[in-house]
C-alpha cells in the first residue's frame, strides 16, 4: 500500500533510493472502518491524509442540516488549509463512507523530512497548490454554476463516487435537496 504514495510522488519528482527508502520508513498508515471519523468538527487537528484506499466524505452540519463539502478517494490529498498552521478547531467532520486507509501526515515529520531533503519542500508546496487550486476551482464552480452543471461536472469528473455514497450526500454536495436531485436526473435522462 505504500507504493501508492511513493508512485504519486514519482509522478511529481523523480525520487532517490535514500528519499524512497526515508519516505516509506517513515509512513504511518492508519485504517478505518466505514463509519468512522477521522476528525469530528470542534476537534484541534493538524494532521494531513492521503487516501490510499477507500472515501471520505467532508461535511458540515448547518442549521441542523448535513452538508457535503467534498469527498476524497484514492490518491488524493485531505488538507485543511485553516488548521495547517493556526490551532483553531475543525469546521468540518470527515467520515470514512468505506472501509478506509489513509497515510497520516504530521507537521513536525515533514519539517524534519525537509531539513534532511530539502527539495521535498518545493514537492510539498506543489502538493498544497494542487490542493488549494482544486478547493478554488469547485468554489468557483459553486458560486457561479447551476446545480445541474455542478452535476453535470462531478459525473464528468467523479464518475464512480456515484457508486460509493449515497444520493443524499450527492445532493447536498451540488447544492440541492434530494428530490431536486431526483428531478435533475429525470431530465437529463429525458435529454439523452
Request: charged content about 30%.
Amino acid at each position: 500500500m505504500k507504493d501508492r504514495l511513493i508512485n504519486y510522488f514519482k509522478k511529481i519528482t523523480n525520487l532517490t533510493t535514500e528519499e524512497t527508502e526515508v519516505l516509506t520508513e517513515s509512513m504511518v498508515i492508519k485504517t478505518f472502518e466505514k463509519g468512522s471519523y477521522l476528525v469530528k468538527e470542534g476537534q484541534f487537528n493538524s494532521d494531513t491524509y492521503f487516501v490510499l484506499q477507500g472515501c471520505v466524505r467532508q461535511f458540515r452540519i448547518i442549521d441542523g442540516n448535513d452538508i457535503t463539502t467534498n469527498f476524497y478517494t484514492e490518491e488524493q490529498w485531505i488538507i485543511s488549509l485553516e488548521n495547517f498552521e493556526a490551532e483553531t478547531p475543525s469546521k468540518f467532520n470527515l467520515v470514512c463512507t468505506e472501509d478506509t486507509a489513509v497515510v497520516v501526515g504530521d507537521e513536525q515529520k515533514a519539517q524534519e523530512l525537509f531539513k534532511q531533503f530539502p527539495r521535498l519542500e518545493k514537492v510539498s508546496r506543489q502538493i498544497m497548490e494542487t490542493v488549494f487550486f482544486e478547493q478554488q476551482n469547485f468554489m468557483t464552480s459553486y458560486i457561479t454554476d447551476k446545480p445541474e452543471q455542478r452535476y453535470l461536472k462531478l459525473l464528468e469528473t467523479r464518475p464512480n463516487i456515484f457508486q460509493r455514497v449515497p444520493q443524499y450526500d450527492i445532493a447536498t454536495y451540488i447544492g440541492v435537496k434530494p428530490e431536486s436531485l431526483s428531478r435533475i436526473r429525470r431530465k437529463l435522462q429525458e435529454k439523452g
